[in-house]
């Protein structure tokens, strides 16, 4: 191989970084020729990704199930990437902006076209056989997708819609108290919290606090209008408000009537639908046009925030309607 100018520039500078540090050049050369070549098995922890499929039953299909939540809660990591990315940028630019929205729609998008893997994967029999064994777990408990609306979001607007302009301007903390998914959390009968909302809040209130605390002047929303401030074109702000638009449709709506559309398939039944493993009224918590959470109202006709997500409802339901 030759020596090239070019080769030796870079040798040199990697040696001015290692010995920036106070550390020895050579004692890291010997370190790479001991060091053997990654693989792809190594890399990506085949072994332990494969072994963290653990069933609670003997049901055939229960892996299914667990396969495809680890998929899920992976897909948000990367979404969280993108969130962490654009809240920590100290000169966000419109061109990383977007493309980074255009990731967390791509995610959203691939999580939503998934779904047939629950929503028709499993055979209605078999889940039924091991659903019970899960309780009081739910995919309620997803801390990281609550992650995610706090970091799309100002905490207000994912405020149970029956109290946000009572705490419009209260503190962070008494805005948390009343987030929508908490009225969500309770048994229909009762009005008491589930179990399953009694746990997870347990387990990750404060992580929930510290979030949105940390994401109050960063979020999503908030680095949108920084960028108005600065100025955009007007095609960059028509490129940017589709966006955005696209994202609130993905996470509020799409991706909640997804689950929907599944429960209604597999908890449908007369008289009585059956209830969640984690005790929550999903028929009232799921449909988006209950819950009217809007990440970015000033993006949206008057029309469209009341009217939200009846159309993909009704839609969903006359599909469910015309299968049976």
């Known amino acids: 191989m030759e020596w090239t100018p070019e080769l030796m520039e870079k040798l040199t500078a990697l040696r001015g970084k290692i010995e920036s540090t106070g550390q020895d050049f050579e004692t890291y050369v ?13 890399y990506i922890q085949l072994e332990t990704l494969l072994s963290l499929q653990r069933p609670v039953t003997d049901v055939q299909d229960e892996p299914i199930f667990i396969i495809y939540h680890q998929i899920t809660e992976l897909y948000f990591k990367l979404a969280r990437i993108e969130i962490d990315a654009i809240a920590s940028a100290e000169a966000l630019e419109v061109s990383d902006f977007k493309e980074r929205i255009d990731r967390l729609n791509r995610y959203f998008g691939a999580l939503r076209s998934s779904f047939g893997v629950m929503e028709k994967g ?14 009081p777990a739910s995919g309620f408990q997803s801390a990281q997708y609550r992650m995610i609306e706090l970091g799309c979001a100002p905490v207000i607007n994912i405020v149970a819609e029956s109290k946000r302009e009572e705490l419009l301007r209260s503190s962070i903390e008494e805005q948390m108290e009343a987030i929508y998914w908490r009225d969500g959390a309770k048994i229909e009968s009762t009005g008491q919290p ?3 909302a009694v746990q997870f809040i347990e387990k990750y209130w404060d992580d929930f606090l510290f979030a949105a605390e940390s994401y109050e002047h960063c979020n999503i929303w ?21 966006a ?4 609130d449709l993905n996470v509020n709506v799409n991706w909640p009537l997804q689950h929907y559309k599944t429960a209604v398939r597999y908890l449908s039944k007369k008289p009585t ?9 999903w028929q009232k918590y799921l449909p988006p046009r209950f819950q009217r959470r809007i990440f970015y109202p000033e993006l949206w006709t008057e029309t469209q925030q009341a009217e939200w997500g009846k159309s993909w409802v009704e839609d969903v339901l006359r599909e469910i309607e015309g299968v049976k």
């Open 273 to 281: 639908d059956i209830a969640a493993t984690g005790g929550t009224n």
């Open 222 to 242: 908030e680095r949108f209008c920084e960028l108005k401030r600065n100025g955009l074109s007007d095609e960059e702000l028509v490129s940017l408000e589709n």
């Open 194 to 196: 589930a179990y399953t």
């Open 122 to 135: 499993m055979k209605k029999s078999e889940f039924l056989a091991f659903r019970d064994a899960l309780a």
């Open 30 to 42: 010997d370190g790479w020729q001991r060091a053997q070549f990654k693989n792809y098995w190594d």
């Open 244 to 247: 955005l638009r696209l994202l």
